[in-house]
Structure formats: structure tokens, C-alpha cells
């Protein structure tokens, strides 16, 4: 454990530390040129010095001006829209995903339909799904559930396959049914896959949520950004992004935090070698 | 006494049955209760595939396997099996000691009830102080200790073996050796032993079985009598032994040749 502790004192701390000064300097950087304005003045209009951002950002968390500038609470909608979006797309997911991965006849005819559809930015849906279920959040989380769910298919699939042959038919030799095997082998094998595609889904079940918030709507972060670029108030539309930021990053970090503590026999046989 | 497992003509080929691969041909061997026989042959020369019929793992394309006068079909109730990638059938998520309960666990025995006789194997099998590891954090020979101890918790009366020791090392393989006879002595199981070395095969085996590259078939059957009864590593040095291993090396130096030849095409 010390030494654990030490190993990460030196390089988790000390890369951390990188990071941070190059992000720093690189805000620095623009600060300088913003102030003076080097070049095209057009250009300084709207990119903004990032310390003039980020007091508006202050700002309007403290003492939001009017409810449209409110960004605590467009991040809270964007976030509670895109967990409902995750949640639910990796309940309907993952069952789907594993019955193609158990089932061949069922893996030999969608898995190929979902391969497909994958790549494919399920915003073209929107259009659609405004008109079934509205212009509120449902048709949002909607959007949003079938990018997760894509991607939840799949990697749940794989999680599936990838179950050791060598550890199943060690089960069946011990008499295990197939349900036994399932749930005592196969759940547990796929986990580390299915864990993996939440990480991917975090941050795409936000890019979706954020998009048809720009799209259409009068709340969440997608919509403070645009609210602020029509009117031109560009360290407000700032604060929109450097919020965007802090809610993606925070609950991808959250999740790996998770994922590190229920999956410890995943990454210390992974990560051995 | 009759064979406890009877192998009668059994033929299996992969794939295609004209054009497939013809893992074994017509290979019959009847085994007797308590009996511990070693498969021993080149690789690639089907040891595996049979062991993997009797289990039940596999359907022979031709021939029959019965045991106890029942013919196989699934897997049949009363066997174990040791593979020789041991860190694969080892669930890494549980402990060593609730990987050693699985079996009773699949038999449908309840925690309470397993308990003693888990702790019982854990014990038998050197296994104390390590009830709470996972198995990742245990040596190779450690991990197959496991292995083993699983598979003897049910009490299977046949025991099968593919290459248990293959990927431990020499000094945890000859450990191990000596475990098998112990649990032989314990427990009486027949037991099948696949192994592709010699010396090992003469050592463990009641009879030792030669097998012929691919397509497998039983080259010749030796009867070892040299440790029935004793248990003690100082046979392998005398020139008995050493003698018996040089016919079944004789028997299977073509084999390998064989086998080697083939590879290269």
C-alpha cells in the first residue's frame, strides 16, 4: 500500500501537475494575446480573455441575472437528462446485447443491423422524435438513449464472446446449466466491457443532450451557449462551454473512480503485466 | 471387474465429416475402477480431444463412450475435470475459497454445508492462509492447488486431467506429482491423466497409454508396476524406471518425428 501510495505520489500527482500547468500556460497564453489584441480584432470579440470568462462564470452561478443566464440550473438539467439517457440506455442495452451475444441465430441477424447503425449520429432521429413525444425532454433523452443504447449493444456483445471457452466448459464439466453459467461466468466476463462502454456513453450521452438543447428548446447548457451567441455575449457563452466541460469531465471521473473499486480484479489481472 | 469407463471404437473428426479433421481413429481402451491411466503422445495427437469425449465436452463422429454401462451423452454427473490452463478456469473475481466451493455450489449444496467440506480440501490441499486471496495473487502451482481442490470438493469418482502440470515449472510440477498420488491414496477416484511427458506418465500412471500422431490412434499400452502400492519419488532414479521410459520413448520418437513433419507442410 505504501509503496502504491508513493508510485503515485511521483507520476499520478506529478502528471496530474503537467497537466494542469499546460492547460494553465496555454490559458496564459491567451490571456496575453487577447489583451493585446494581436492581429485581427474581430477575432478578440469572441475569444474572449479567459479570466474575463471566467468571473462571468462566477457570476452567473452566484447571482445568475435572469433565468436564461441560470447556468446551475441548465447544468443540472443537461445533467439529470443525460443520466436518465444512460440509465435507461443501458437497461435496454445491455439485456439486448446479451441476448445476442448468447444467441446465435439472434447475433447472425441484428448484430450486423446494429454494427450498421453505430456509426451512424443518431441526432438525424430528432427530427422524428420532436414529432412523437414532443418539444419537452422526452425527445431529448430519446435522442440520447438510442446513441448510449448503440454503443451499449455492442460492447455488452463482446462482453459476451469474450467469456473464456476454457472457463465454460470447466463449469459444465462441474454440471453447471446454462444459466448457471451465465450468471456465475458470463455476467461477470462482460462486466469490464460493459463498464467500459458506460465511460464511452458518458460522454456521448452529453454531446447528444447538448446538441438538441442547441437544436431546440429553452433549457440546458446547449441552449445557454446559443442563447448567448445570438446575443452576442460571448463571455457568456463561455461560461456555457467551461460548464459543458466541468459536468462531461466530472462524471466520466466519477465513473472511472467506480469502476476502479467494483472492477479491482479486472485491473489488477489487466494491468499486471 | 469390469471397465468403469469403456472407450469402444471412438472416432472424431472436426469439421466437415469427408473433408474434416480426423482427430482420432478408432481408439478403444477399457479402464477399470481405481484405475489411474496416463495418455501420453506427441502433441497434436488427439490425448485432449479423447479426454474431451469423455467428459462430455465433445460428441464422438463414430464409436461410443460408456461409463458405468451408461453412454455418454453431456456431460455425465460424477466427473471432474483439471485443465491444463488452470488461471482461465479459475474465476477472478472470487476468493480462492469461494472459487473452491463452485462445485457444490453448481451441485446446489448450500453455503452452510459447503463451509466444512471446503475448508476441509483447502486444508488437504496446503491451501490455509489463502482462503481470502484471488486467485490472480497466487502462484501458478498455488492457482492449480485450487484448481484441484475445486474439482475433488464434489467428490467426483472419475477424474480427468489435461496437462495439469504442462505450464508450472519443474520443481512445482514434481510438488504436484506427488499430490495426485496423495489424492489417489485418499480417494480412490479413476483417474485419466493426460500428459505429453514420459517420465511423468511412467511415474503417476497405473498403466501408461501411447498414442500415435494424428489421427490419434493407441500405439501400445504399458502396464507399470513399478510403484503400485508405494509412493516415492526414488523410483524415478532406478534402472527399471529409467528402462520402461526408454521403450515408451522408442514407441514414440517416430511419432514426434511424425508429428514434426507434418508441421512443416
Not at chain 2, 250 to 261: A, H, P, Q, Y
Request: hydrophobic share 45%; charged share 20%; aromatic share 10%.
Amino acid at each position: 500500500m505504501g509503496r502504491r501510495l508513493r508510485v503515485f505520489l511521483r507520476w499520478g500527482l506529478e502528471g496530474r501537475l503537467w497537466t494542469f500547468s499546460l492547460i494553465f500556460a496555454f490559458c496564459f497564453l491567451w490571456e496575453i494575446l487577447a489583451r493585446l489584441q494581436v492581429g485581427s480584432f474581430f477575432f478578440w470579440d469572441f475569444m474572449v480573455p479567459p479570466s474575463k470568462s471566467l468571473a462571468t462564470f462566477y457570476s452567473l452561478l452566484t447571482q445568475p441575472p435572469y433565468q436564461e443566464y441560470d447556468i446551475l440550473y441548465h447544468s443540472g438539467t443537461t445533467l439529470w437528462r443525460a443520466g436518465v439517457a444512460l440509465m435507461g440506455g443501458v437497461l435496454v442495452a445491455v439485456p439486448v446485447g446479451f441476448a445476442l451475444g448468447w444467441w446465435r441465430a439472434l447475433d447472425a441477424v441484428f448484430t450486423p443491423l446494429f454494427e450498421f447503425l453505430r456509426p451512424t449520429p443518431s441526432l438525424i432521429f430528432f427530427p422524428i422524435l420532436i414529432l412523437l413525444f414532443g418539444t419537452g425532454s422526452v425527445s431529448k433523452i430519446m435522442a440520447s438513449l438510442i446513441a448510449v443504447s448503440f454503443v451499449m449493444v455492442i460492447n455488452s456483445l463482446y462482453g459476451v464472446k469474450s467469456t473464456d471457452s476454457v472457463l465454460i466448459n470447466s463449469l459444465r464439466t462441474m454440471g453447471a446449466s446454462n444459466a448457471d453459467i451465465l450468471r456465475k461466468a458470463v455476467l461477470y466476463s462482460a462486466l469490464p466491457h460493459i463498464a467500459s462502454g458506460i465511460r464511452v456513453s458518458i460522454g456521448a450521452s452529453i454531446l447528444v443532450i447538448v446538441s438538441t438543447e442547441m437544436i431546440q428548446g429553452k433549457e440546458g447548457l446547449g441552449f445557454v451557449i446559443y442563447f448567448a451567441l445570438d446575443r452576442l455575449q460571448f463571455d457568456h457563452m463561455w461560461s456555457g462551454i467551461l460548464a459543458t466541460l466541468l459536468v462531461g469531465a466530472g462524471a466520466v471521473y466519477l465513473w472511472q473512480y467506480v469502476e476502479k473499486k467494483v472492477l479491482k480484479w479486472h485491473f489488477e489481472t489487466t494491468a499486471r503485466a | 471387474m469390469g471397465g468403469l469407463i469403456s472407450i469402444r471404437e471412438v472416432t472424431k473428426t472436426f469439421g466437415a465429416k469427408t473433408e474434416g479433421l480426423l482427430a482420432l481413429r478408432a481408439v478403444s481402451l477399457e479402464i477399470a475402477q481405481g484405475e489411474l491411466i496416463s495418455l501420453v503422445g506427441p502433441s497434436g495427437c488427439g490425448k485432449s480431444t479423447l479426454l474431451n469425449l469423455v467428459a462430455g465436452l465433445l460428441t464422438p463422429t463414430s464409436g461410443e463412450i460408456l461409463i458405468e454401462g451408461k453412454r455418454v451423452s453431456g456431460v455425465p454427473e460424477n466427473i471432474g475435470m483439471v485443465f491444463q490452463q488452470y488461471s482461465k478456469t479459475l474465476l477472478p473475481w472470487r476468493t480462492v475459497y469461494e472459487n473452491i466451493g463452485l462445485g457444490l455450489e453448481l451441485k446446489g449444496m448450500r453455503g452452510k454445508e459447503r463451509r466444512p467440506i471446503v475448508e476441509d480440501y483447502i486444508d488437504f490441499m496446503g491451501l490455509s492462509g489463502f482462503e481470502r486471496k484471488k486467485p490472480y495473487e497466487l502462484s501458478g502451482g498455488m492457482q492449480q492447488r485450487v484448481a484441484l481442490a475445486r474439482t475433488l470438493s464434489y467428490k467426483p469418482s472419475i477424474l480427468l486431467m489435461d496437462e495439469p502440470f504442462a505450464s508450472v515449472d519443474a520443481q512445482t510440477r514434481e510438488v504436484l506429482q506427488e499430490d495426485i498420488l496423495r489424492i489417489r491414496e485418499k480417494e480412490r477416484q479413476t483417474v485419466l491423466f493426460v500428459t505429453h511427458d514420459i517420465r511423468e506418465a511412467i511415474y503417476l500412471g497405473d498403466r501408461a497409454v501411447v498414442m500415435s500422431a494424428r489421427p490419434g490412434r493407441i500405439k501400445g499400452v504399458f502396464d507399470v508396476n513399478i510403484r503400485r502400492g508405494r509412493r516415492d519419488p526414488a523410483v524415478k532414479a532406478t534402472a527399471e524406471f529409467n528402462s520402461l521410459a526408454e521403450q515408451v520413448w522408442g514407441l514414440i520418437k517416430d511419432e514426434v518425428l511424425d508429428s514434426l513433419r507434418a508441421k512443416r507442410d
